[in-house]
């Protein structure tokens, strides 16, 4: 038989198992039980130390090779070549490495562990102290406001309230009582227990500490995602394959024209020199570089938006992502409970206004009205005040709630209509409260007003009801009847329908000296109804429209309730009339296969667990989506990591959930994600941009030297020729291209499908028309200066290499767009491309002209009729595509009306 929890006991047992008391633990024993349990600290997955980092940007394929060429050229002696593909690598290492580090270094100036000081008994003196240092069996003192520094049992309550939903998900703050109402072992079952992190909003108490650091339920929650372990993102998985395919083809193209060389006789070092120089020249060892530092701008376009990335490639994953899973309560909605409407059995009023700020209409049928002289809901107003224990602050221009959020709602409500609530607290003293508990789900409070005292009471209306035996019409005092009873309990059934919360107020003239609960709540007199609702978040309805819009799904899991969750999923334009809402329970009834046929019909989870919340993502990836999840409570980090990418809230997001995350939104917005999906998607389009201009480069470099290797003939470039177009008349405006403003349709394109590659077969095809064109042309100039002019082989290098770039930079306008014209080309709206083009014709100049690079490169100045000769021959790669572009708009346009543009899903 399992042993019963300890915590499921009374009080003395609890405190005699921790080895504690009342009066506290001593300094030294706590100092004792920190060194042997450990300190109150929630681990997140291993810090990533500066050495950590770097030596992840090692580990890619590219890195490999580009290594184990350098190193077979210092071999052979080749020096100076080995210490430009050296120099490339660190270039490449060192882009990486400085942009994640400053991701690293941004987060850890956002995490706002929670809590950090804690008040305890220690020695019976009561001390504040750092919440890392409360050890387990200290005696916590909670008040309102307070953050729980641990799992603890309590000892005392008093009208306590604790908001978990940073570990549940539900928005309602849990009443808590000494009671010992269920002998489970489930800790969520018991209302004698405080959790960690978790927010007092009501009330105090007094704990002894049962669980600190990873032994507190949220550190277990944090030892399930470092289980999870590291999620490859969609953009690292496409270019390391991307990478391994060319580098694959290039080698083994090497190794076939090195063992050509040796069958003809030809002298072994030569050959080899030129298998490393066909080697350099296909391997992209400059799209790490490229990729790096278009991510880096990225990052920094984001950071502007209020959006932190913690590694690089989770930028591009936005764009692909085909699901976003995201929390209800603080991420689709605001986490502040708001007064709609108020129903009396005379007039139903609507409230405007949004979250905690004190300003709005009441409309009595499309009517402005003044609440204060319509005599039902001016005492509605009353009793809402005063049956209240909560404040409205204003802090910095911003309104909060110290308190609990629904009576929150109802001092909020009364600022509205003019009504102060520390002034009717001062002039209408209390002078008696009985709290709200769940068995009478009822809150009194009486109060001396003038002479009299009232009796002021709000709670659950079906409760209520059966307390009140008059209700209130027109300012006037009647005895409740069936028909206005009935009347009341449909409203209250219609409120709930939509997902609102509903509270009953009531009151009356108490004449009896005795004030205990029997004598309070009875004969009282129905005053009227409040409908309130967490409403959605600003901007988050036009932020799902514009998901959609881009063929991606929102799917909203909570811990709230099936009803609550439909309402508002229905709201925000989640749900639809063909979609499902799945319960937590429902889905723990299904096998993987069941689950497997209604996951994509599915738009709503309600009552579910992080464990629920991880089985959602996993089928959603088993069906091949690109899943991003959003939260920022510890419920949702376990999804948060398994996620492809995992969405973390700033500003109330917990430790956890940001630890497991890859990107945070520092303001907590939900519409901040629109503009990452489209930044996301424009870094893609933009990769593949500059992927297909230095695909064209690469491949013709390559090519060009393996025909002149089997035709028998002198390479038309050195080594050093094509490292520096690799690294230079490629790289740079390759550089250029990644800062192309998106497309005016990005956001109306469906998400790519996850296991299309950089190379789409329409990118491939375009590279396979240019190839022939830039390796003949060059070809043809090389060998007409080499053989029909008998120049020197320096000269004929140089003529091609001139041609190679000239090539190289005038494609990069069709890489600029693939159906745009460059007549309707706004050229110079990236002034970025034209800059690298200067730079790079500059950089070749000197290459041809300067004395000092001549001798390194092997290159000699070129009369002005072979410049002039080059740039006719590389104008053809404008003018083939000029015509194709002609050709093919109309048919391009066609595709685009009807979904089939080549890149939508």
Not at 472 to 488: A, H, N, S, V
Request: charged share 25%; with cysteine.
């Amino acid at each position: 038989m399992e042993k019963e929890p300890w915590y499921s006991y009374g009080v003395d047992y609890a405190l005699k198992k921790l080895e504690s008391s009342k009066v506290g633990l001593s300094e030294e024993e706590a100092r004792k039980r920190l060194n042997k349990l450990g300190f109150n600290k929630v681990e997140g997955k291993d810090k990533n130390s500066w050495i950590k980092i770097l030596l992840r940007q090692v580990d890619s394929f590219i890195i490999y090779v580009l290594v184990f060429a350098g190193v077979l050229s210092y071999a052979v002696g080749n020096n100076v070549e080995a210490c430009v593909i050296f120099a490339i690598i660190i270039f490449i290492i060192l882009i990486s490495f400085f942009e994640e580090y400053k991701a690293a270094r941004d987060m850890d100036a956002l995490k706002n562990l929670s809590p950090k000081m804690a008040t305890v008994l220690r020695d019976n003196v009561k001390k504040e102290i750092p919440a890392s240092d409360v050890a387990v069996g200290d005696i916590l003192l909670l008040k309102r406001g307070d953050i729980v520094a641990g799992d603890a049992r309590l000892i005392q309550a008093h009208d306590l309230r604790v908001d978990e939903s940073a570990l549940t998900g539900e928005s309602v703050p849990v009443l808590k009582t000494t009671d010992v109402i269920s002998r489970t072992a489930d800790l969520s079952m018991q209302t004698n227990v405080v959790f960690s992190s978790s927010q007092v909003t009501n009330g105090n108490g007094i704990a002894v500490v049962f669980g600190t650091g990873k032994n507190a339920e949220i550190g277990k929650i944090s030892e399930l995602i470092r289980s999870i372990g590291e999620q490859r993102t969609p953009l690292q998985k496409r270019i390391d394959k991307l990478g391994k395919k060319i580098s694959f083809v290039t080698i083994v193209l090497c190794v076939l024209m090195f063992a050509y060389g040796l069958f003809t006789g030809q002298n072994w070092q030569e050959m080899f020199i030129l298998a490393i120089a066909v080697a350099v020249s296909g391997i992209p060892e400059s799209l790490p570089t490229v990729v790096a530092v278009t991510l880096a701008i990225g990052v920094k376009k984001m950071a502007k938006q209020n959006v932190i990335i913690k590694r690089l490639p989770a930028v591009e994953t936005l764009g692909s992502t085909t699901v976003v899973c995201t929390d209800k309560t603080g991420t689709l909605t605001q986490n502040k409970m708001v007064i709609q409407n108020i129903f009396t059995t005379d007039s139903e009023v609507s409230v405007t206004g949004e979250g905690f700020i004190p300003r709005g209409f009441f409309l009595l049928e499309d009517e402005r009205i003044d609440p204060r002289k319509h005599k039902t809901i001016s005492k509605l107003l009353e009793i809402g005040v005063l049956c209240n224990n909560a404040e409205l602050l204003e802090e910095k221009d911003e309104w909060k709630i110290s308190g609990e959020s629904t009576e929150g709602a109802l001092i909020v409500l009364a600022k509205k209509a003019g009504l102060e609530r520390n002034a009717y607290h001062s002039r209408y003293p209390r002078i008696q409260e009985h709290p709200f508990d769940p068995v009478r789900k009822c809150m009194s409070a009486v109060h001396q007003v003038e002479k009299k005292k009232l009796v002021y009471t709000k709670g659950a209306p079906e409760v209520l009801l059966k307390k009140c035996d008059y209700y209130l019409f027109e300012g006037k005092i009647r005895k409740m009847t069936p028909g206005i009873l009935k009347k009341i309990l449909e409203k209250n059934s219609a409120y709930a329908s939509k997902g609102l919360r509903v509270l009953g107020l009531a009151y009356k003239e108490h004449k009896g000296s005795k004030l205990h609960i029997e004598a309070v709540e009875s004969e009282l007199v129905f005053a009227g109804l409040v409908s309130m609702r967490d409403p959605p978040a600003e901007g988050v309805k036009k932020s799902i429209e514009l998901c959609q819009q881009a063929g991606i799904k929102v799917v909203m899991i909570t811990g709230d309730n099936e009803i609550t969750a439909k309402a508002i999923a229905t709201e925000l334009g989640i749900f639809g009339q063909k979609d499902l809402v799945l319960t937590g329970a429902d889905l723990s009834k299904m096998n993987d296969l069941e689950f497997d046929h209604v996951v994509d019909k599915v738009s709503v989870y309600a009552r579910t667990t992080p464990e629920h919340k991880l089985r959602i993502v996993k089928a959603l990836q088993a069906k091949e989506h690109v899943v991003a999840m959003t939260g920022d409570g510890v419920n949702d980090a376990p999804a948060l990591k398994m996620a492809d990418i995992g969405i973390a809230m700033g500003r109330r997001g917990t430790e956890v959930a940001k630890e497991a995350s890859e990107m945070v939104l520092k303001d907590d917005n939900f519409t901040t994600i629109v503009n990452a999906v489209k930044q996301g998607r424009t870094i893609f389009e933009n990769i593949r941009k500059f992927v297909y201009y230095m695909l064209v480069c690469n491949f013709s470099e390559m090519i060009l030297i393996t025909i002149a290797v089997f035709l028998g003939t002198n390479p038309p470039l050195t080594a050093l020729m094509i490292l520096f177009m690799n690294l230079v008349t490629s790289d740079f405006p390759a550089l250029g291209l990644s800062m192309e403003k998106p497309s005016e349709n990005i956001m109306k394109q469906k998400p790519r499908n996850p296991k299309e590659g950089i190379l789409s077969n329409y990118v491939f095809l375009k590279i396979g028309e240019l190839v022939p064109i830039v390796v003949l042309g060059t070809l043809m100039l090389f060998l007409r200066e080499l053989v029909i002019n008998y120049g020197t082989l320096e000269r004929a290098q140089t003529f091609a290499f001139v041609t190679l770039v000239l090539f190289e930079l005038l494609n990069t306008f069709n890489a600029k767009s693939w159906t745009e014209s460059v007549l309707d080309m706004r050229i110079f709206d990236n002034k970025y491309i034209l800059l690298s083009i200067f730079f790079s014709i500059l950089a070749t100049a000197l290459v041809v002209f300067w004395a000092p690079a001549q001798v390194i490169f092997g290159t000699v100045a070129l009369r002005p009729v072979e410049l002039l000769t080059a740039l006719l021959m590389a104008s053809s790669v404008l003018f083939f595509t000029e015509i194709q572009k002609t050709a093919i708009a109309t048919e391009i346009k066609e595709m685009e009306a009807t979904d089939a543009y080549p890149t939508r899903r």
